[in-house]
Every structure is written in structure tokens, then in C-alpha cells.
């Protein structure tokens, strides 16, 4: 299995002090995370994507290529890649382009974000969402595939005899996981593709992400890809942790209750009952996660959420020192134990190289 970390970049003012970091220190702290997720030994550094305040990652490639240069292990990746607005002929050359500076360590995940807005500003119409998301990743998937396209949709103009620059490193295209809370449209895309699935599982019940997961698999299988259980799924999570579960409850009650994604909603208990999110000492951390295998079967990525919401960014080094030396090592093992055989690890540029080199 894979373990990181994923980011969404808000700008929230740290409730306890009042003060609201400048988007410069903002965008320096989530690099200066990526670089702590290496040396604690974790797997991926994701970052979201967003076009409007209190949010700073508009340009993710931007920001995972410097991260690339300074980094030799973690694999870069987002947490949402807006597939629905972008252009994918941007896209497909972005992606490559970091492919290439990163010696192959980029995977993306697919979404269409959660801001509505973003589709006038971008040129697009909400309610198209969905047939925006089918139509421009069916030309991403060739563009990275074809040397040459020819390509006529209804969201774009047509394409002839083009050839995306540069071509993806080794001939293999960057994974692609996509990603969806509510979306059964979107488990069946990735199906389809034969691609990963990543349910964020950070708001909703554990019954939710059993059936949007169980879906998935199904149609995985039902492409011809594999059985249901080799399906490629992600799963999100929430921690923040104290080697003493009062001390993180009282800790973190502030940053819960004013934090942008659920703040002035459902009590801290509630939701931590409720949800995945998991606020306590790192043996907690441990088995709630652990959980998850009970309605996602056996899984290939884990990414937690860390940094939101106003937390200093001591305070989110802490956490992933925690992680890195308590947590993470403990997961490893026991995800491990009992795991089949036939379960696909989370693709890799490498092991897609040598299926690639396999199959000619």
C-alpha cells in the first residue's frame, strides 16, 4: 500500500491566535509538508486544486515540479485535477512535461471540485458537469495514447493531426485515479478505464463509501479488467493526533469548529462517530484506519488530511511526525497481513513500464 498526505491549501486564520497566514507563507508551508512527508518515509504528496479565496493551489504542476527538484522518492500526485474545466489538451501537457522532471514519480486523480463557480470563470456550464468530465477525459486518455489525434466533442473545438508535447516519459502515461464523493458516474468512468478510484471518505458514513467502492469494483470486473478485487481503489482520511486522545480533543476543538469544509455544523463527537475523521492518540489513528479494509476490502492507497483549517504548520510537522514514526510503520504491517496475493500493489511508473514491456 501507499501512504501520504493530501492538501487543499486553504488560507484560514488560526482561531487560537487570530492570525491568517499571507498566501506566500501558505503555499512555502505546503512545500515545506511535501518535503516532511519524504523524510518521515511516507509515499505521496497530493495537492488540490482551486481558483478561488481562502484556497491557493491554482496551479498544481507549478508547485509539484519544485517539490520534484527537491525530492528523490515521494510520488507527486493531486487531490483534484479539474478535469471538468481544465482543457485536456493542457492537461495531457502539463502532466507529461512533470512527468519527465520528475523521473516518472506523477500520478493525477480526475474531479470536478466543489465550487460551483469555477465553471463560468473557466468558460463552462455547471450543469454540464458530468458529460464535461466524460467527454474530457475520453480526449485525455487519447491524447496520451495516439501520436496523432483527430477528435471532434461538443465542448471543444476539433482537433486534426495534433500531437501532444511532450509525449509521456517511456511511452506510459501518468496513472490516473479519479475521484469522487457522491458521484456513482464517476466510480463507472474509472471502471470503464480500467483506472483507479479514489473515494475521499473524509465526510461521509462508512455505508456511503462501502457502496460508491462495491460499485466500482463490480464494473471494474464487469469492463474485463479483473475481479472485483483487483480494482485500484484510494481512500481518504482526517487525523490529528496527541499521545494523549484529551489533549488532541481539546487541541483541535477550535480548528474543528470554525474549520471551512464542516465548521458550525456537527459537534467534534458527531462527526468523529459519524465519519472517518479521526482526532485522538496514534494508537486510535491505528485502528480506525485499519477499519476502513472492513467495507473497502483490500486497498491500495491511503492519503490523510493534515493541514487545514488554521493549523500552524508546527503543529502539522508534529503530525507527520507521528505518522511517519508511529502510525505509518504499524499500518504497513497489518494492511499487509492476510493480504491476497492476486490484490494488484498501487501502480507505479515503473510497474506500468514493465506491463507495458510485457505485453509487447
Partial sequence: MQFGIFSVGDVTPDPTTG???????????????????????????????????????????????????????????????LITTNDPVKIAEDFAMLQHLADGRVDLMMGRGNTGPVYPWFGKDIREGINLAIENYALLHRLWREDVVNWEGKFRTPLQGFTSTPRPLDGVAPFVWHGSI???EIAEQAAYYGDGFFHNNIFWPADHTKRMVELYRSRYAHYGHGTPEQAIVGLGGQVFMRRNSQDAVREFRPYFDVAPVYGHGPSLEEFTDQTPLTVGSPQQVIEKTLSFREYAGDYQRQLFLVDHAGLPLKTVLEQLDMLG????????????????????????????????????
Avoid at 501558505?26 to 481558483?51: C, N, P, S
Avoid at 494492511?335 to 506491463?355: D, I, N, Y
Wanted: net charge neutral.
Fill in 19 to 81: 492570525r491568517t497566514p499571507t498566501e506566500r507563507e501558505r503555499i512555502k508551508a505546503m512545500v515545506a509538508i511535501a518535503l516532511k512527508a519524504e523524510e518521515v518515509g511516507l509515499d505521496v504528496f497530493a495537492t488540490g486544486e482551486h481558483h478561488n479565496p481562502p484556497f491557493v493551489p491554482s496551479s498544481p504542476t507549478t508547485m509539484l515540479g519544485y517539490v520534484a527538484a527537491r525530492t528523490e522518492k515521494l510520488i507527486l500526485s493531486t487531490s483534484t485535477t
Fill in 182 to 184: 457522491r458521484s456513482p
Fill in 325 to 360: 514514526e508511529e502510525v505509518v510503520p504499524v499500518l504497513r504491517e497489518e494492511f499487509a497481513k492476510g493480504r491476497p496475493a492476486e490484490v494488484p500493489q498501487a501502480p507505479t511508473h515503473t510497474s506500468l513500464l514493465k506491463a507495458k514491456e510485457a505485453a509487447v
